[in-house]
């Protein structure tokens, strides 16, 4: 059972900063691919940022200068950096974990909320 803990979500003004974790409890060896979702209300879940096994980096155009997502293998995490928040960047945001077998593994979501 994989097992993805997450943590920095919270209130913040509008052009503040958040930074997401997200802790895998499996080998960052087994997993293909890492990346954060994100749910507005009323809205699909959409991608924000995701980080393959190679580094390859993808995002969303509506985050690109704004956010960063990176890796540390040694601690089998992903991390977001977001800056200059907005207050449409406001949303539930999981972790999403692909294993290298093709199944796909979410976190429990963190709020982010951020205020005009």
């Known amino acids: 059972q994989v097992q993805l803990v997450e943590s920095g979500g919270g209130l913040v003004q509008a052009g503040g900063s958040l930074r997401l974790s997200c802790a895998a409890s499996?080998?960052?060896?087994?997993?293909?691919?890492m990346g954060w979702y994100r749910q507005a209300p009323g809205k699909q879940r959409e991608l924000v940022a995701r980080?393959?096994?190679?580094?390859?980096?993808n995002y969303a155009d509506s985050v690109k200068g704004r956010f960063t997502i990176s890796r540390d293998n040694a601690k089998n995490t992903v991390y977001l950096q977001m800056n200059s928040l907005k207050p449409e960047d406001t949303a539930v945001y999981y972790c999403?974990?692909?294993?290298?077998?093709?199944?796909?593994?979410w976190g429990q979501g963190t709020q982010v909320t951020v205020s005009s």
């Open positions: 980080i393959t096994g190679g580094g390859t980096t």
């Open positions: 499996i080998s960052i060896f087994s997993i293909n691919a």
């Open positions: 999403n974990v692909r294993h290298i077998w093709g199944a796909d593994y």
